[in-house]
């Protein structure tokens, strides 16, 4: 088995979502990340937008749907590229690396101010690409122990003016300020697909592939029959894929 695909898998639990995705494109959404390992006071959570993806082989799937939802997508590495997205760097424990990303900081810190407010971007966007082995992520409110590392994530993450680049976690749990501030990323910072850019599209069982061959002959009728032929051949279920591997 390759340790790696060469595709990137993004699952939802929801088929009205995979059919938002296949008509407008990915939403960039703000997501709480644990930001312990920086070592700042009173700072254990901070919400990026940013749309996940992983390039695990598919035989090792199952974990990663179970947790996540079983409709999903498989995208092409080049697509991936041509839009910048980016494989996540993994830190372990504290260590030499993870000192020195705090170090930032400090360093920033030590600028003059319009140097610092500078500096500090740079170093927020970097961030926003690092991530512990192992965490915990909230599920419902609630801490969940997560091996990040098994799940070799890639990430979208937007940057536009009229975005912001980060929330508290304070605002993140106002949800009159999370559905705004959500808004503005979909509107701004969408991340468009075509069906050429689409090599798998996941669905729970047999019985939802009729549904979605039925919503793509519809709802994206405006590309060529062709390309669509390829698109619904292309649809397969969890299901028949936990059966086989």
Known sequence: M???????FHFTSSKETLKLILE???WPRYCLEDIRWVGQEGADYIAFPMVCFCDIPLGRIADHVGFYGEFGLGMTKEWAYANGLNPILYLATDNNLSTELRDLNSHAGKLEEAEREVAKKTMRFI???????????LVDGRPQSKEFYQESEWRFVPKHEDVEAYLKKSVFEDERALEENNRKSKEHCSLQCTPKDIKYIFVKTD?????????IQTKLDHY??????????????????????
């Open 207 to 215: 019985a939802d592939i009729p549904d979605l061959v039925n919503f």
């Open 127 to 137: 961030y926003m690409h690092v991530k512990p082995a192992d965490g915990h992520m």
């Open 24 to 26: 407008h494109g990915f």
């Open 224 to 245: 060529p029959s062709a390309d669509l032929k390829i698109l619904m051949s292309r649809i397969i279920s969890i299901d028949s894929i936990q059966r086989d591997l």
């Open 2 to 8: 390759n340790p790696k695909a060469h595709t990137l």
